[in-house]
């Protein structure tokens, strides 16, 4: 499949993209035609050579710590001498004078208030439009539809309403009601009319009166009681006549709506699968039609068409009487791409392609301008990209001159453009403090992701030795000072308040009974968010903000001792790597049933993000950054003989047998291509052959990251 290309200034543009920026994304910004193509293309050229020498140090610095690995083989890792040589080539940097981030025009979304974070892949609309309206969720429906509710004692879920159930999930409320907006005298559950609203005032006695925001009426009847708590909004909703399951509630209360995903993350990166300007345009379009507001989806659910678009704002009346609104949508977020991969939708005057990352930011940029009309994104005209995979301060900095120049192509105010760093990479954890200060006028979001930082983790130090078994890594010394780290740089450089201190994703979106016991560590470490896999895990996230007062945390996390660059540089091998042949083998197993079902439909069906099933048919939400850590730790126990190549390959062939059988359904999925079953024909398979390349050439892919290897694979398969 070739592109076809038209001359504009000094780059050749993909038509399909060229027809997208001057007939959809310009009309309506002001910005001309030929003045947005003159600008594009005179610092395009200006910033891609600078681009492609950050990418070269990566691989010098690679090399020289895979030398100094070599050479001190079978030695015992002196952590003095380590960490001198790390500085002596430039890979440690020196921490610099204390200061705050200067950020300004941060909406509250961000500063204030804290809470979940659901990332979704912009190029699904449906997806898309659910995750920005996912600011406001159903707690009934989502405790009736997970395991948060037990299915036991007659409370299995089924085709019909289940009113022993349904009273588990109303029981439920209450206590998060009696827990999180207590009344003076008694309980919400003991309620056994309808409050009244008089004069703008309540008539139930709240503990504390000032969580009381407002109240909407439907036909002269109280339809809704507006609370506040922690900055997060509880609707309490009413109607006499409603029922669930022919049962009336005695205080006529419906639902609980709470206040949910906060902020959204519209993906590009890595929960994507674009690979040419077709599909870079698909997840432009999207984007733009959010931007616009006019985004829709439309489909069929049950045998009914599906039409979804976006929420409009709530609307309320204050105790003092005055009309309020509350933003129906979740504040949106970008994330482009990184500074490594590059794009066939724009060739160069030498005929190379562009830096994919400098095209998003300015496209995305470009599209944001039509929100800042309509303000139903952001109120303070400013624009949030999320900035993964940098490594270090250098690459912060020229992440700031991209936006430098596309703030000056759009006649954009200085700093318009906010950066969330992602810090995912060994080089920003260690430096982080400085990559902060690189843009310290931007900065509005920094978090930590355990898969691709633990992905980076082996690639940089592969040569060290065997690394311990994936799922060791969690509980290794290196990953709780790189957390803690996170939060104490972010405080000491002046987040609180200001910005977002965030922690990964909960990858079962099955297992919601598990989430609720474990990512309320989340908060209680100090993230003012944390990422969520969809909207009702939005919803129950959210309790856990009311229980915890994270602004408050952060005061107390001030104090404690700061972690330890030395313990972030524990590097995690194995010290006596004698596993069993049966360890071995189903450490093999794990790993290569992951690769498989990611890169079976990322490959053959353009599917970037998805629920896969686990070697235990439990459904993880896997993306990019997991594939890049499986794919790294058998590359690394290969290289270091644990375990043999035919060993791998008859792994990949039976574990591609068992995907296939999980994926069987598949042909169904709507809105992509059919399932083709690896195990046919496993020569013939672009699939499989990309997967076991993820795995034998993992060793020498750059910063051992997925990418170039799936978009070749995709390529060849969409041709």
């Known amino acids: 499949m070739s592109e076809k290309y038209q001359k504009i200034e000094s780059l050749s543009v993909s038509e399909k993209l060229l027809n997208f920026v001057n007939n959809e994304l310009l009309p309506g910004t002001k910005i001309k035609q030929d003045v947005f193509w003159k600008g594009f293309s005179k610092y395009v050229h200006e910033l891609a050579p600078k681009n492609k020498k950050l990418l070269e140090i990566r691989e010098k610095l690679q090399k020289k710590i895979d030398d100094w690995h070599k050479e001190t083989k079978g030695e015992y890792i002196n952590k003095k001498k380590y960490t001198e040589f790390l500085e002596k080539i430039g890979y440690l940097k020196k921490v610099g004078k204390k200061f705050k981030i200067k950020t300004k025009n941060v909406d509250s979304e961000i500063s204030k208030i804290a809470g979940p974070q659901l990332v979704v892949p912009v190029m699904n609309a449906r997806y898309s439009l659910n995750a920005a309206n996912a600011r406001w969720g159903s707690l009934y429906n989502a405790l009736y539809g997970t395991d948060v509710i037990p299915e036991s004692r007659g409370a299995e879920r089924g085709k019909k309403y289940n009113y022993i159930r349904g009273e588990k999930v109303i029981a439920y409320a209450r206590k998060f009601l009696d827990e999180n907006v207590p009344l003076q005298n008694g309980s919400w559950k003991d309620i056994s009319e309808i409050p009244k609203v008089e004069k703008n005032q309540l008539n139930l006695k709240l503990k504390n009166p000032k969580q009381y925001k407002g109240y909407d009426k439907k036909l002269n009847s109280l339809s809704s009681l507006l609370f506040v708590n922690n900055n997060l909004h509880i ?9 669930r399951g022919g049962l009336k509630d005695k205080a006529g209360i419906y639902d609980v709506i709470l206040e949910s995903a906060i902020t959204s993350i519209m993906d590009h990166e890595d929960s994507v699968a674009a690979v040419d300007a077709k599909d870079k345009v698909h997840g432009y379009k999207n984007w ?26 709530r609307e309320y009346i204050s105790p003092k009487g005055k009309k309020i609104k509350l933003h129906g949508r979740a504040l949106m977020l970008n994330r482009n791409v990184g500074h490594l991969m590059t794009s066939p939708a724009v060739l160069l005057k030498d005929g190379s392609e562009i830096p994919e990352g400098i095209m998003d ?12 009309k309509n303000k139903k994104n952001s109120r303070t005209n400013s624009f949030y990209i999320v900035k993964p995979k940098m490594h270090g301060p250098d690459e912060a900095i020229f992440a700031n001159l991209i936006f430098e120049k596309v703030e000056k192509i759009l006649n954009l105010k200085k700093y318009t453009i906010k950066i969330g760093i992602m810090d995912e990479e060994r080089r920003t954890t260690v430096n982080l403090k400085e990559c902060i200060r690189a843009v310290k ?8 992701g355990f898969l691709d930082r633990t992905g980076d983790e082996m690639h940089t130090s592969m040569e060290a030795g065997p690394m311990i078994k994936k799922g060791d890594m969690k509980s290794s010394k290196w990953i709780s000072a790189y957390e803690d780290n996170n939060v104490d740089v972010g405080l000491e450089c002046g987040f609180s308040g200001v910005a977002q201190i965030g922690k990964g994703m909960w990858a079962a979106p099955d297992k919601m009974a598990d989430m609720m016991m474990q990512k309320i560590n989340h ?3 100090g993230a003012n968010c944390a990422w969520v896999p969809s909207p009702t895990a939005a919803t129950l996230h959210a309790i856990h903000y009311h229980q915890v007062d994270v602004f408050s945390k952060h005061k107390k996390l001030k ?16 010290d006596r790597p004698n596993w069993s042949l049966e360890e071995i083998t189903k450490e093999l197993e ?6 498989l079902g990611y890169v079976v439909r990322w490959i053959d069906q353009g599917v970037g993000c998805s629920k896969v099933p686990d070697i235990n048919n439990v459904g993880l939400m896997e993306d990019r950054a997991t594939l890049r850590i499986s794919s790294q730790h058998i590359a690394n126990w290969l290289h270091h003989g644990i375990c043999s190549k035919k060993q791998v390959l008859e792994t990949m062939k039976k574990m591609a047998q068992i995907v296939d059988k999980q994926n069987i359904r598949d042909p169904d999925l709507k809105g992509y291509a059919s399932y083709k079953r690896m195990s046919d024909n496993f020569e013939k398979s672009i699939a499989f052959k990309a997967a076991c390349e993820l795995v034998f050439f993992g060793r020498n892919q750059p910063s051992g990251y997925t990418e170039p290897l799936l978009h070749l694979n995709r390529l060849i398969k969409k041709s």
């Open 288 to 313: 733009l039609g959010l931007m616009k507001g006019d985004l829709e989806y439309k489909g069929e659910k049950n045998g009914k068409k599906l039409l979804r678009k976006l929420n409009p704002d």
């Open 590 to 595: 794990n790993n290569a049933q992951g690769i």
């Open 559 to 574: 104090n404690r001792t700061k972690a330890k660059i030395s313990e972030i540089l524990t590097i995690p091998i194995a």
């Open 235 to 243: 609707d309490v909703k009413f109607d006499p006549n409603r029922t």
């Open 441 to 448: 006028n931007r900065a509005v979001f920094i978090n930590t």
């Open 361 to 372: 930011a300015f496209i995305t940029t470009a599209a944001a301008i039509h929100d800042f």
């Open 523 to 525: 908060p209680k470490s």
